[in-house]
Nanobody, 127 residues
Framework: EVHVVESGGGLVQAGGSLRISCTVSGFSFDDYAIGWFRQAPGKEREGVSCISKSGDSTSYADSVKGRFTMSSDNTKNTVYLQMNSLKPEDTAVYYC????????????????????WGQGTQVTVSS
C-alpha cells in the first residue's frame, strides 16, 4: 500500500522561509512525477510545482517561480519544497501527489488528476 505523508508546515511571517517535506512509502514504480498542490480556503486546488523521478526536470507555477524550489532525495524517498519570500497569499494546505507514467513539465499543472495524494500540511503566512 502506498503512503504519501507531508510534514513541515507551520506559521511563518511574511518574507520568511519554510521547507515542507513529502515522504513516500510502499511505492515501487519506475516512471512518475511528484507534485505539490495547494488549496486556500474558498479557493480551488492549484498546482505549485513538480519534479520527475530522476530529478532532472522541475516546473513551477508562475505565482511561485523564483521563490519556491522543489528537490528530491531518492535515497530517502522524500521530496522537498523550499519556500522563500513567503507571502500571505501563499497560505494554504499543501498537498503532495504522485502521477504515474508522467514527466514533469509545464503541462503538469493543466490537470489535478493524480494517482496518490497525501493528507496535506497547513502553511500559514502572517502579514
Amino acid at each position: 500500500e502506498v503512503h504519501v505523508v507531508e510534514s513541515g508546515g507551520g506559521l511563518v511571517q511574511a518574507g520568511g522561509s519554510l521547507r515542507i517535506s513529502c515522504t513516500v512509502s510502499g511505492f515501487s514504480f519506475d516512471d512518475y512525477a511528484i507534485g505539490w498542490f495547494r488549496q486556500a480556503p474558498g479557493k480551488e486546488r492549484e498546482g505549485v510545482s513538480c519534479i520527475s523521478k530522476s530529478g532532472d526536470s522541475t516546473s513551477y507555477a508562475d505565482s511561485v517561480k523564483g521563490r519556491f524550489t522543489m528537490s528530491s532525495d531518492n535515497t530517502k524517498n522524500t521530496v522537498y519544497l523550499q519556500m522563500n519570500s513567503l507571502k500571505p497569499e501563499d497560505t494554504a494546505v499543501y498537498y503532495c501527489a504522485i502521477r504515474l507514467h508522467y514527466y514533469c513539465s509545464d503541462y503538469y499543472f493543466l490537470s489535478l488528476l493524480n494517482d496518490y495524494w497525501g493528507q496535506g500540511t497547513q502553511v500559514t503566512v502572517s502579514s
